[in-house]
């Protein structure tokens, strides 16, 4: 990737996981919002637990702040017990949804078939999809750090449309960076986004792949998020563990940056 392109609207989100009862999570949304202040020009997104979504909305109310789920069924309802569907997390006030994240992959045996029915069926019901992926550090150790990461995209995203592509964000997290302190290197994930974007391009070519956002995720803080923006492929931050307080997600939020940077004549 050579030449110059103009820098997209960075996004900022925080995956509050499942932490944050209502109560709390509205004090976090009012001292937030207040934090926030005049608008940044990033785009600032929560992804609360279910239960408290629509109350979390409501304390959002005209805060430039949107809302997402963290996870949704592929089915719009149905005898799916403990599920959330992509119609019920837009009547709750979503804009959002988050697909495919590790967590849910290790703990609850997501593959990247049911992500892609998810992925699919967020879409067909008007959600943004963020779609998550990431190596584990075996992965990474044994050099298939690429074809990992290359696996997820291509199946999480089989099926979807170049129309749709506009609605679609990649969040890249390395497991081995989530919730541990350890942070990839900004040339790590500079180098996997690159990796991400090529294959993008190759999937929806230009200009259909332009307006997709790739975030990096994995122990963003305040101290580190300059750093990582400053790289000219990440396009935004998925933040976890430092979401959780109004004053450190604010002061990540509120990073600015060039508005045009160049890119480096080799970037993978
Ligand atoms: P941490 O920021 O706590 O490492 O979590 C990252 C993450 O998993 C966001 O989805």
New binding site residues.
Partial sequence: MTGNRPVKTALIAG?WKMNLTAEEGIALVQDLAGRLGSPSGNEVLLLPPFPILAAIGAAIGDAAIELGGQNLHWEASGPYTGEVSGPMLRAAGCRYVLVG?S?RRSHFGETDRTVNRKVRAALECGLRVIL?VGENEEERAAGRTRSTVRSHLLKGLEGVAAGEAARIEI?Y?PIW????GTTATVEQAGEVHGWLRDDLRRLFPPPADDPIRILY????TPENVDTLMARPEIDGV?????SLQAESFARIARFQRETTIALPGKSC
């Avoid at 960076?177 to 541990?180: D, M, P, V």
């Fill in positions: 995956n994240h967590e998550a969040a997290e960076a989530i919730g541990t995720g994995g122990s963003v998925l933040v976890g563990g430092a």
